[in-house]
């Protein structure tokens, strides 16, 4: 969610700093800030808006102690009075912050009856005035944070600075991410790898609950550090106009290196985890957003191929319902980041449970990760836009391969055969079938300009396209801002068509074998006025739609995947075109963390 970053034993603090939120920033940019000692108070400089605005006033600066925050609004909107570093009430200590607190009340009462009013409307500033309470009476900063966060309820990750003691960082982390670097000039800390791969050889992730006192020396226990394998290049746009572009383009080398890694064999599965496929009675996919809807496509596999019940459920509110758990059934949590605190919830719910999951994931050094004994990676590297569609991909096809596994040890002679031989007909051609997707571009752009000018529609689908649907939607209102709903086409005479006019667009998906049908449901649009863009899988000629695209079709266990790739395309394009920035869209974050 918010992206926090400190640097210490660094002639440099100031200018490393500003650099680690510059990669951060697509964890939040609403605002941003940057704190550092000052004789006995700590300096901030503080703006609304991106990283580099702050740069601009801060960049000149310099300290070997800084720490620093971009922000994605949780309590209170972006402004400059809210953005953090927050400090005490002396400018003694500063705190960056990362989560949400749940007793915020009763922290704001405890500041209010020390005669301490706060000034921003945040949940993270009462903890620098409690910090400082604690140091007036002797704890030294160690302690008085201990202190302060045992009263936190709710995750949380906080780095601290006391101007007093300049030569020291404190970080504190509670089911949220906080990774500390080791480079040659002095210690980093991140909540995510991307700030740290330009100045560390190596890094380590907090343990959970832990309080850790950061000097330029700091060795944590052993064994804690791990080489740093990931390139700061990742982290670039290396050509490409935007990272969104970028990530689209990759996905033929990724579905190939995630074909190549689990559908050739099944060498990767140690004995305990071929356990977890058999004797399945029931599937349940958990994820939030497109990892929900990645689920939804990935329970009709299951269903369809495996035969085996299956449907798919937003994390939180499974967790919520109090729901009836079921030992024969296999839970697959879905998460781009691991660190989607809704998700989290689930996997800790169905573990205390001890329930059998699977999660599918695709940061590796994740809570998400760290925390699962059974694990399939998506392998797609970085993805920096906070629209996912290289990952979105993989978690397709992660789910094919939960199918595949299923129906594999289920059955009577699981033991015979290797693996391809009940791999999809179609998968191993996905690679090229999402380059010849990529291929229609600029067809896909002279739809957008169609779509640009509408500012309601829907996306339509049968079976498993209804999810595919979705994930469109999704993605149109993520960075285009354009209002979309997904329906199921065969819902449409239910209630939604009652919006179809002339200033209506539906874009519909059609697969093999769907033809006729998607023939009657764009006559019954056209009959109210209504403008049809049909994404077509397979040879049809008797769409009467207003535009027709036709896509590869492999086989039904990957279409869905690959119109879902045309569909990033359209709403990339569209986006563009009304002049949104793909990347970074407004209201939104990359990895949701409260």
Not at 143 to 155: R, Y
Not at 523 to 541: C, F, K, M, P, Y
Request: charged share 20%; proline share 4%.
């Amino acid at each position: 969610m918010c992206g926090i970053a400190g640097a210490i034993g660094d002639a440099r603090a100031v200018e490393v700093v500003l650099s680690m939120l510059h990669s951060l920033e697509y964890r939040g940019y609403n605002s941003a800030g940057i704190g550092y000692p000052d004789d006995d108070t700590v300096r901030v400089h503080k703006c609304a808006g991106p990283v580099s605005e702050l740069s601009r006033r801060a960049n000149a600066e310099n300290s070997a102690t800084c720490l620093g925050h971009t922000r994605w609004a949780t309590h209170g909107p972006a402004t400059a009075t809210n953005a953090h570093p927050h400090r005490s009430s002396s400018g003694r200590v500063a705190v960056v912050h990362n989560g949400m607190i749940e007793n915020i009340g009763h922290l704001r009462e405890a500041v209010r009856e020390a005669g301490i009013e706060p000034v921003s409307d945040t949940d993270s500033e009462c903890l620098a005035h409690l910090i400082e309470q604690r140091l007036d009476r002797g704890d030294d900063l160690r302690t008085a944070v201990e202190k302060t966060t045992s009263k936190i309820e709710g995750a949380y990750a906080v780095l601290i600075l006391d101007a007093q003691r300049p030569d020291r960082l404190v970080a504190s982390a509670k089911h949220s991410p906080l990774l500390l670097g080791r480079g040659k000039t002095g210690r980093y800390v991140a909540s995510d790898l991307a700030a740290l791969t330009e100045w560390c050889d190596e890094y380590g992730v907090l343990a959970d609950g832990e309080t850790f006192e950061i000097t330029p020396e700091s060795e944590p226990a052993e064994n804690f550090w791990r080489t740093m394998t990931t390139l700061s290049s990742e982290y670039t746009t290396y050509g490409f106009p935007d990272f969104m572009s970028k990530e689209i383009w990759q996905q033929v080398e990724t579905t190939s290196d995630f074909i190549d890694t689990y559908f050739q064999s099944f060498d990767w599965l140690l004995e305990g985890e071929r356990q977890v496929y058999a004797g399945v009675s029931r599937v349940k996919f958990l994820g939030c957003g497109s990892a929900y809807y990645a689920g939804q496509q990935s329970a009709l596999l299951v269903e369809s191929i495996a035969r085996i019940p299956a449907d798919a459920e937003p994390a939180l509110d499974f967790v919520e319902r109090n729901p009836v758990l079921d030992h024969r059934c296999l839970y697959v949590i879905i998460s781009q980041s691991g660190e989607t605190l809704d998700t989290l919830k689930a996997a800790r719910y169905l573990r205390a449970h001890q329930q059998m999951t699977v999660s599918v994931v695709n940061v590796p050094e994740s809570s998400l990760a760290r925390e699962s004994e059974h694990v399939i990676q998506l392998g797609c590297g970085p993805e920096v836009s906070v629209a996912s569609t290289k990952v979105v991909t993989n978690m397709l096809l992660s789910g094919l391969l939960v199918t595949h596994l299923l129906k594999h040890f289920t059955a009577a002679d699981s033991e015979a055969g290797p693996a391809s031989a009940w791999m999809p007909a179609g998968v191993a051609f996905v690679p090229s079938a999402v380059k010849q997707c990529l291929a229609l571009s600029e067809k896909v752009r002279e739809l957008a300009t169609i779509c640009s000018e509408y500012r309601s529609m829907y996306f339509l689908g049968r079976e498993r396209y209804w999810a595919t649907a979705r994930e469109g939607a999704q993605k149109l209102k993520e960075i285009t801002y354009i209002h979309a709903e997904a329906y199921q086409s065969t819902e449409l005479k239910h209630g939604p068509l009652s919006l179809v006019s002339e200033d209506h667009l539906s874009i519909l998906l059609v697969g093999p074998g769907q033809f006729d049908a998607g023939a009657a449901t764009v006559e019954l649009l056209r009959a109210r006025g209504g403008r049809i863009i049909a994404v077509v899988q397979g040879d049809s000629d008797n769409l009467a739609a207003d535009h027709v695209l036709r896509i590869p079709a492999l086989d039904p266990s990957v279409d869905g995947l690959l119109a879902g790739v045309v569909l990033q395309l359209l709403a990339y394009h569209c986006a563009g075109i009304l002049g949104r920035d793909v990347d970074r869209p407004r209201n939104l974050a990359k990895s949701v963390t409260v």
